[in-house]
């Protein structure tokens, strides 16, 4: 199933009879699904994505599992915009994939081979699952080699490495105390090739095929965090989007599944929920193309699993650290990245203040002060009024010579 260098996705697409309708759809939920963030995808309508990707040449990808449940494959089974099928035949060409492929034992390997010699150098590796790398990977074999060593050998000839799923970031579950095998993430493994991080359980599928199309179509990677992840996904924490932030807010919290706040949908923080400190776009993009599929949107606590010494390492209803269970409406925005004051603007912002509170004091003690005066002035004409009145005789007007 190796690709044709020549052939471009939008050739390959005619080619196969996908209309021109279908690919639009395609382009519109990477924009929706990655809004900023992206070249591809930056300012730009579902048309003109639509000939960007379709001058690309499809890409080939190596899919390689290690220390994995498979759950980051099930959820790329799973997307409708496009489908499976769809994506791994028309928009890329997914050269190896040990779950998807129907080869197996020595004509897996020689597909494995292949890929690579065909592509070397081009082909982009995707890695799921934790690497078992204590006692010189002795804990996991390919083909009757050290499955580290099998890594490191795909890994030298691709263009790129995504790591997809929190065990190929992190190490995820298998990385749990006591951690016996020594899973750790793919970064800690290779060096000296662009690795993208794509943690989740399960990640977005989006987010994967996001960066494929971005880094074909525009030779280049998107936007990293300092943790290797695409800004344009794991920029916000879930918290700022959550739809239950309101209740947060307000200091409604469910205290136990099931009871009033549970039922009626209020703030999960009580309850375990990781969301304050969680990068992800769960809360704007669901799983599978159905609103509201994301683990706050069906009553459960967020798990944190995007982030690293969370999911794993914490306990499951034990709660992150916020300064304020329940701020006051002045309270700043929990990791908010825009509009916080440094030290200095606090001061002159500060001074300001004391200057226009200065200023409207002295201001109101001189409007009183007129008042005053002015109230004064009017009472003592007025008697003087009255005075004049009841003793005409006393007025003396003097003629002038």
Request: net charge positive.
């Amino acid at each position: 199933m190796t690709t044709d260098k020549r052939e471009t996705i939008g050739a390959h697409l005619k080619k196969s009879g996908v209309s021109r309708r279908s690919f639009l759809q395609l382009c519109s939920t990477l924009i929706v699904a990655a809004p900023v963030g992206l070249s591809l995808t930056s300012k730009a309508t579902a048309a003109q994505v639509a000939r960007m990707v379709g001058k690309a040449r499809r890409p080939s990808v190596i899919w390689l599992h290690f220390q994995d449940c498979t759950g980051c494959t099930e959820t790329l089974l799973r997307t409708s915009a496009p489908d499976v099928g769809h994506l791994i035949l028309d928009v890329i060409s997914l050269d190896y994939h040990e779950t998807l492929m129907a080869a197996s034992g020595a004509q897996a390997e020689k597909a494995l081979r292949s890929a690579i010699e065909e592509n070397a150098g081009k082909y982009v590796l995707v890695v799921e699952g934790a690497i078992p790398a204590r006692d010189d990977g002795v804990y996991m074999e390919m083909g009757g080699r050290p499955a580290i060593q099998v890594l490191k050998e795909v890994a030298g000839q691709a263009a790129a490495v995504i790591a997809i799923g929190s065990c190929a970031s992190w190490g995820g579950v298998p990385s749990a105390d006591p951690n016996p095998t020594g899973a750790v993430g793919v970064d800690s493994v290779i060096s000296g090739k662009p690795i993208i991080n794509l943690p989740g359980c399960p990640p977005n599928p989006y987010n994967l095929l996001a960066v494929v199309l971005e880094y074909v179509t525009m030779g280049r990677l998107p936007e990293l965090d300092q943790y290797g992840r695409p800004k344009f996904a794991y920029d916000r924490v879930i918290h700022e989007n959550c739809p239950r932030r309101a209740h947060f807010d307000a200091g409604r919290f469910a205290a136990a599944f099931g009871d009033e706040g549970h039922r009626k949908g209020w703030c999960l923080y009580k309850l375990g929920c990781k969301g304050p400190v969680t990068h992800a776009a769960c809360a704007t993009r669901h799983f599978n193309e159905v609103p509201g599929v994301w683990p706050i949107g069906i009553g459960a606590p967020c798990m944190g699993c995007t982030e690293k010494g969370v999911l794993w390492q914490m306990g499951t209803f034990e709660t992150v650290p916020i300064h304020l269970a329940t701020p006051p409406e002045t309270y700043p925005p929990i990791f908010s990245t825009a509009g916080q004051l440094k030290v200095g603007a606090a001061a002159l912002v500060g001074a300001i203040a004391g200057a226009v509170g200065g200023a409207t004091w002295v201001a109101s003690q001189r409007f009183h002060s007129s008042m005053e005066a002015g109230v004064t002035r009017i009472a003592a004409d007025r008697a003087h009024a009255e005075k004049a009145k009841a003793s005409p005789e006393k007025l003396v007007v003097k003629k002038e010579d």
